[in-house]
């Protein structure tokens, strides 16, 4: 059986109410909830040419590219052997947690602001 995604669904019944005579429902409401926000790629910031130093698989939520670029550049004040790992840039919190990927060694931060939010590896 197919699935129907939640959004799907509320236009249809938004769409069937309104072909039904609905919109004047004696006073009573409809509920509708909004689709969550999607999750886009905003690629990477290098910091030095042909090298890892940089901030790499960048993602946002809420929050448009150029935004989540700028939060991730703004990892290159830190360095990753400071502790804690945390900043704060263009209205976001920045989390990070140390990781080991393979001999690279990086931090991968979550920020957020609000609702929005922004992922990226550090190296």
């Known amino acids: ?3 129907i995604s939640p959004a799907l ?3 249809t019944l938004t769409l069937g109410l309104a072909a039904c005579g609905g919109g004047d429902d004696g006073g009573a409401t409809t509920a509708t909830t909004a689709a969550p926000a999607a999750t886009r790629s905003c690629g990477i910031v290098a910091f030095t040419a042909q090298s ?3 901030a790499f698989d960048i993602k946002a939520r809420g929050a448009d590219c150029p935004t989540a670029r700028t939060v991730a550049r ?3 004040m830190r360095r990753l052997g400071e502790e804690p ?3 704060t840039a263009a209205g976001f919190t920045c989390v990070g947690t140390p990781h080991t990927a393979g ?4 931090v991968r931060y979550r920020c957020t602001s ?3 939010v922004v992922t990226f590896d550090r190296t």
């Not at 001999?103 to 990086?106: N, S, T, V």
């Open 9 to 11: 669904l509320v236009a």
């Open 85 to 87: 790992y945390r900043f």
């Open 74 to 76: 703004a990892s290159r």
């Open 114 to 116: 609000g609702d929005a």
């Open 1 to 3: 059986m197919p699935r």
């Open 52 to 54: 890892d130093d940089g």
């Open 103 to 106: 001999e690279l060694a990086g």
